[in-house]
């Protein structure tokens, strides 16, 4: 009986294979599709349904791809080696060594537990039965979070070895995130934000759109189901009217087209849920002002009629400012290709146009997949294969130096999956760079030596700081020293001066090869120092060096003065081991500081809100707000007698409330050294306002030129302190910034 529950999905995978397909293809999938329904025979998922459906909804994504036929077999067989008694020897005698290594390649990827996969079958105990499982404990929460960095570390070490693999772990995302319903709500939550993170931007760095905007969809679904229901009604609501004036605008199109002398095929672009909601964000605009953005795609025979098509549609109507990129001419890093622009259309709204070749279109929905789907195998689809795979492969060459899982993550996030800015060389060379670099990740970029050796940048013929972010269309010029070395200050993270791994790699490189010693010494130096400013004596660092996983204080001394540990790390770890009471000896009488952030003001988030002082409020009593004349919402105990009194006389104006997230403060006094100059206190001020930090307690004294500053701020711990002290020592003019010790 299961075997025919599942034998309807299979009719419609083998009806799905792509046409060029041999009789020993087909015949390789259906020998696949047997072997995985015995070995998942009484196998469900959390759903309740045959877990085999899960394997053939795999295969049925991949043949999507029209990848060949040992991916599509190797999709049926994932799971095989990891859940079943089948072996990889077994898979290697019954389908080869291609399959072999594919299934191999997936099977590392989930070796470790299940907290990437989104699996969908039920935990089981040790005599094999369903166990429930239960959230996180938040002291397990950290190792979770470690087990999670490290598997997406070793699917990211992967990618590069072998993009077949990369495609059917997507795959195996996709559709575990089309029935992520069956999950419990806090796995739900966490996978969706793994999603949206980790895999849509990996299917967009291989170019994969129509797996891409799925995964985003279904992601934001999860993350942020109110919104998302949101924006769903709303584009239900006008679908008629959106679909009937596309058809009258393609219909315009061809016309318009036609009588140019020009054929393409013409068809309405879907505007994708989370797109939209990004869109919105990024233009600060609520949805009526970005719903009526309607968008065409033009699919023209070749490179010269898609510039025609553009400047026939210019010509005809009013193009709108800012809203063209040729994409042809300079393609993106992902190797897409197309022409974008917007104008005004004859009801005087904006019309969004993409124009491309058929060619580019193929590449825009299906990325590095399109290459198999040339039959014909051309030089110039390999050449395209090669490109593509090298590009990734240069933008993750730091990969065997990263051995941190957390920092390999971040580091992927910020190198390969973050938005690219292109970059001018003085002679005219353009640099491919991710978002928010600086000048010295610039320098590296060029070359290990002009990085080293960089003391300054000018950018568009201007001198500026090191840590200014590089934007598209910058053209900078490193100025070196003859003879030079990086600074360790590089690698602070709170100062913002390096921002991709590949820079700090080779950064980390130079200091490794400087002597043992000098770098204990440095090292701890530069743990002293810093312990010392933020006003933490006695330390055990024996234990410091344990939490860190060193075996002595030395090799942890070593490791910071290479740099391959940092000293915010060591502050954060130590923060974590230490209770915040006794860091900054708090007087017990003391209460949590509370600000009006926390807050939530039903329906009207984001509102001015202020404690009334008739009744005091704090975090834990039932409140209500009352709606001031021009000064937002006070918030009030229920039971205060002007509320009571208010319920009768101006009910209206009462509004529900309730207690967000409180975080508790500490307050920190700090000394700042520095020579005195205009603004120097508002550049302090507007620092700390920046972060968030309540100023307390303030104490200016200027003497001779030098301004001696003494401040109580709240901080929520030392990790925080730690940067704002950073930070301070940073501004112009600041010669010290360290915390006051008690006594």
């Not at 934007?471 to 003859?482: F, H, M, N, S």
């Not at 204080?553 to 003065?561: A, K, V």
Request: with cysteine; hydrophobic share 35%.
């Amino acid at each position: 009986m299961k075997s025919s529950t599942a034998a309807i999905p299979l009719e419609k995978l083998i009806e799905q294979l792509p046409e060029q397909f041999t009789v020993a293809d087909r015949e390789l999938v259906q020998r696949a599709y047997r072997v995985a329904e015995e070995a998942h025979r009484e196998q469900k998922r959390n759903s309740g349904e045959p877990y085999i459906n899960h394997c053939i909804a795999v295969a049925s994504i991949l043949s999507d791809l029209k990848v060949p036929p040992e991916v599509i077999a190797a999709g049926l067989l994932h799971d095989t080696v990891e859940d079943t008694p089948i072996t990889l020897a077994d898979i290697r005698r019954d389908f080869g060594d291609t399959i072999k290594i594919l299934v191999d390649g997936v099977t590392k990827l989930t070796h470790l537990p299940r907290v990437s996969r989104g699996d969908q079958h039920p935990e089981k105990d040790e005599d094999g039965n369903n166990v429930e499982e239960k959230p996180i404990e938040p002291a397990l929460l950290g190792r979770k979070e470690d087990i999670v960095s490290e598997t997406l570390r070793k699917t990211f070490l992967a990618m590069g070895d072998d993009v077949r693999v990369i495609l059917i772990k997507l795959a195996d995302r996709l559709h575990n995130m089309r029935t992520l319903g069956h999950m419990p709500e806090y796995k739900r939550r966490r996978i969706a934000q793994e999603t949206l993170d980790i895999f849509a931007p990996l299917a967009n760095r291989l170019g994969i759109w129509q797996i891409k905007w799925e995964l985003e969809d279904l992601g934001f679904r999860y993350v942020n189901p109110e919104k998302y229901k949101e924006i769903a009604e709303l584009l239900t609501e006008k679908r008629p009217d959106r679909e009937a004036q596309l058809e009258t605008i393609k219909e315009n199109l061809v016309k318009l087209l036609e009588k140019n002398n020009i054929r393409a095929e013409v068809s309405g672009r879907p505007k994708h849920i989370y797109s939209i909601f990004k869109k919105m964000q990024k233009k600060g605009k609520p949805f009526d002002m970005v719903r009526d953005v309607r968008a065409v795609r033009l699919i023209v025979p070749d490179m010269p009629s898609c510039y025609a098509a553009l400047g026939v549609i210019h010509t005809t109507w009013r193009p709108i400012p800012g809203e063209f990129d040729d994409y042809i001419a300079a393609p993106k890093d992902n190797f897409y290709q197309s022409l974008h622009t917007a104008v005004i259309y004859d009801d005087k709204r904006p019309l969004e146009v993409q124009i491309r070749t058929s060619e580019m279109h193929l590449n825009a929905e299906y990325g590095i997949a399109a290459h198999w789907r040339y039959k014909e195998g051309t030089k110039h689809a390999d050449k395209n294969y090669e490109q593509r795979i090298n590009s990734l492969r240069t933008m993750m060459e730091w990969r065997s130096d990263v051995k941190d899982a957390a920092e390999f993550v971040e580091s992927m996030r910020s190198d390969v999956f973050q938005d690219r800015v292109y970059i001018f060389t003085p002679r005219g060379d353009i640099i491919d760079l991710p978002a928010g670099c600086t000048p010295i990740d610039f320098a590296y970029h060029v070359h290990t030596d002009i990085g080293h050796c960089c003391r300054g940048a000018r950018v568009n013929g201007k001198l500026v700081p090191l840590y200014q972010e590089l934007k598209t269309g910058d053209q900078v010029e490193i100025l070196t020293a003859k003879r030079g070395a990086p600074s360790r200050d590089w690698l602070n993270p709170n100062l913002g001066l390096v921002r991709t791994q590949r820079a700090r790699s080779k950064i980390k490189v130079w200091f490794k090869k400087q002597e043992d010693e000098q770098n204990l010494a440095q090292g701890r130096d530069t743990l002293e120092k810093e312990l010392q400013r933020l006003g933490l004596v006695d330390i055990n660092f024996e234990k410091m060096a344990r939490d860190l996983e060193f075996k002595t204080p030395d090799e942890m001394f070593i490791s910071l003065g290479n740099g391959d540990l940092s000293v915010s790390k060591i502050i954060k770890q130590f923060s974590q081991h230490e209770e915040a009471s006794d860091i900054f000896e708090v007087n017990p009488s003391s209460t949590p500081s509370t600000s009006t952030n926390a807050i939530e003001v039903v329906g009207l988030k984001g509102m001015l809100s202020s404690m009334a002082r008739c009744c005091n409020p704090m975090p834990g009593d039932q409140v209500v707000g009352f709606i001031t004349r021009g000064r937002g919402a006070t918030i009030h105990r229920q039971d205060c007698p002007n509320i009571l009194i208010l319920q009768t006389k101006e009910r209206e104006r009462l509004l529900q409330v309730g207690w967000g997230h409180v975080e508790r403060t500490y307050p920190v006094p700090i000394k700042i050294k520095a020579y005195d100059r205009q603004g120097l206190v508002s550049d302090i001020s507007n620092l700390l306002a920046d972060e968030n930090i309540n100023i307390a307690d303030v104490k200016v004294n200027v003497n001779r030129s030098m301004a001696d500053l003494r401040l109580v701020i709240e901080v929520k711990d030392l990790t925080q302190l730690s940067r704002i002290l950073t930070r301070i020592e940073n501004l112009p003019n600041v010669m010290e910034a360290h915390r006051i010790n008690p006594g």
